[in-house]
Nanobody, 128 residues
């Protein structure tokens, strides 16, 4: 069964960094745009970032993470990364990656309906 696998979460202090990875099991990522979402306890799942496939590799970031998070992809390893710097307590959540329905940036990258296959998530906790 095709699925996504996230890794790299953990417990860090405010101001520190983490790098999340998203890879496929029985699934090739390089042909799809890939998005990152997060869900904090008691809150809805929110879009964090997205990267398209192909030569342009356009990116999108939510306003809450723009300037602190960087999304990238390594097609040789077929992995998508989310580098998270200057982490804040409000970044605490379970982080999920998901494949978009196509290669291009979704019209609404923050919308969960633009995505097909989801991973199980990785916990990120930012606390002093």
């Amino acid at each position: 069964q095709a699925q996504l696998v996230e890794s790299g979460g953990g417990l860090v202090q405010p101001g520190e960094s983490l790098r999340l990875s998203c890879s496929g099991s029985g699934l090739t990522l390089r042909y799809n745009a890939i998005g990152w979402f997060r869900q904090a306890p008691g809150k809805e799942r929110e879009g964090v970032s997205c990267i398209s496939s192909g030569s342009d590799e356009s990116t999108w970031y939510s306003s809450s993470v723009k300037g602190r998070f960087t999304i990238s992809r390594d097609n040789a390893d077929d992995t998508v990364y989310l580098q998270m710097d200057s982490l804040k307590p409000e970044d605490t959540a379970i982080y999920y990656c998901a494949t978009a329905k196509g290669a291009f940036m979704p019209n609404f990258p923050e919308n969960i309906d633009e995505y097909r296959i989801w991973g199980q998530g990785t916990q990120v906790t930012v606390s002093s």
